[in-house]
C-alpha cells in the first residue's frame, strides 16, 4: 500500500504564498467596497477619493421653490393681495382675540391689502389708521392734537405693527361696545354712521 506524498515547502516559499494570497484578498475587498464614482486616477495609481462630509445637510430645511400663503382663510375667495397677509392675520387675530376672517374683511375694505396706503385723510396702512403726524395731525379735539397719542406714519406703514395694533384698537372697541356692529362703526368714519360697519360685515359673509 502506498502512502501518499507529503509535500514540504519550505519556509520562505510558504511565506510567499500566503502574503501574496492575502494581499489579493486586501485588494479585491476595496475594490468592491469604493464605487467606480469615488476612484480618481493620480498618476499610474488608483486612489479612493475622499467622501464630501453630507452629515450638516440634514439639518438644512427644503424649501419649495414657491410657497402658497398659510391656510388661514380655508375655502374661502378673498383675492391675493390678502390671503399673503395669511401668516400676520393669525398672529393678529391671537393677540386680539377677533376672528380671522373679520380681520381678512376690515383689510380688504380698509386697504385692499395694499401696507402702504394713505387715505385723504391721513390713514395709513393695511387698516387704515390714523397716525399722529402727516395729514391727521390737524385734526383738533378739545384737549388738543386727537391722535397725539398714535404711532407714527412710519410704524404704521409695517405690516405687522400695522395689523397688531389695528386689530387690538377694534378689540378694544368690541369690548367696550359688546357688539361688533356698533365696534366697526366706532372703527370707521364718523360721518357715515352704520353704513361702514354694514360693509365691512357684508364683505365678511360674501367671502365665507
Known amino acids: 500500500m502506498h502512502r501518499p506524498q507529503t509535500i514540504i515547502l519550505p519556509a520562505a516559499i510558504l511565506a510567499s504564498f500566503l502574503l501574496a494570497g ?8 476595496m475594490v ?7 476612484i480618481a486616477e493620480t498618476g499610474s495609481t488608483l486612489q479612493p477619493l ?7 445637510l440634514l439639518t438644512v430645511p427644503v424649501i419649495a421653490a414657491s410657497q402658497e400663503p ?3 382663510l380655508p375655502g374661502s375667495r378673498y383675492p391675493e393681495n390678502i390671503t399673503r397677509w395669511c401668516d400676520l392675520i393669525l398672529e393678529s387675530a391671537e393677540q386680539s382675540g377677533l376672528a380671522v376672517d373679520l380681520i381678512a374683511a376690515l383689510m380688504l375694505q380698509e386697504s385692499g391689502g395694499d401696507p402702504l396706503a394713505y387715505s385723504v385723510s391721513g390713514a395709513v396702512g393695511l387698516l387704515q389708521v390714523m397716525p ?9 379735539c378739545i384737549n ?9 406714519i412710519d410704524e404704521l406703514q409695517d405690516p405687522q405693527f400695522n395689523l397688531m395694533y389695528g386689530s387690538q384698537m377694534l378689540s378694544g372697541l368690541l369690548n367696550r361696545a359688546g357688539d361688533l356692529r356698533e365696534a366697526l362703526k366706532a372703527y370707521g ?7 361702514y360697519a354694514d360693509t365691512v360685515l357684508a364683505i365678511r359673509e360674501k367671502y365665507r
Open 22 to 29: 492575502l494581499g489579493f484578498t486586501a485588494a479585491q475587498s
Open 32 to 38: 468592491l467596497a469604493a464605487p467606480e464614482s469615488a
Open 50 to 56: 475622499q467622501q464630501p462630509d453630507n452629515s450638516d
Open 70 to 72: 398659510a391656510a388661514c
Open 132 to 140: 399722529r403726524d402727516g395729514l391727521a395731525e390737524a385734526f383738533q
Open 144 to 152: 388738543g392734537p386727537c391722535f397725539a397719542s398714535r404711532p407714527s
Open 189 to 195: 368714519p364718523m360721518d357715515v354712521e352704520y353704513a
